[in-house]
């Protein structure tokens, strides 16, 4: 699995998965799982890199003192909101508002995405951010105006 950065914006993220064979009903139900599990580990500020206090203990964990004072006083890291996955041919894209959760979020993914293209479903690209020249989307004001006419 490559895995290709483009412009990033972490409020107005476009992720792009393009499978090496057109998915199925099924390996897109699976997808679309390990993304919601990610963004709701996402939105209960699983991914904050000030409060990494057993990963900065090293390899003996044995009898960690945990400190939830100190990640209590850490800032909040949360994901603010998901989109609707959409799926063209052997591509499949989905926005995120990634909120003030820390890069390590994008790493747990990428990890977990390529564990998975190796067991269920071989995924040929991961392209995080930007455009898609053939499956353009639209600017953030087209898809608030959209919401919002959804919601009238």
Request: with cysteine; charged share 20%.
């Amino acid at each position: 699995m490559n895995v290709i950065f483009r412009e990033i914006d972490p409020f107005d993220l476009w992720i792009w998965v393009e499978f090496v064979d057109p998915p199925t009903t099924i390996e897109q139900q699976y997808l679309e799982e390990v993304f919601n599990s990610w963004f709701f580990l996402g939105k209960l500020g699983g991914f904050n890199a000030e409060n990494l206090q057993v990963q900065e203990t090293g390899l003996d964990l044995s009898y960690l003192e945990y400190n939830p004072l100190q990640a209590d006083s850490s800032l909040m890291a949360v994901m603010h909101n998901m989109g609707e996955f959409e799926y063209n041919g052997r591509w499949a894209r989905c926005w995120f508002d990634l909120g003030t959760s820390d890069a390590l979020a994008l790493d747990i993914l990428i990890n977990a995405l390529s564990q998975f293209s190796e067991d269920y479903v071989a995924i040929a690209n991961l392209v995080i951010g930007g455009d898609h020249p053939e499956w353009p989307i639209a600017s953030s004001e087209q898809r608030e105006a959209i919401q919002q006419s959804a919601w009238n």
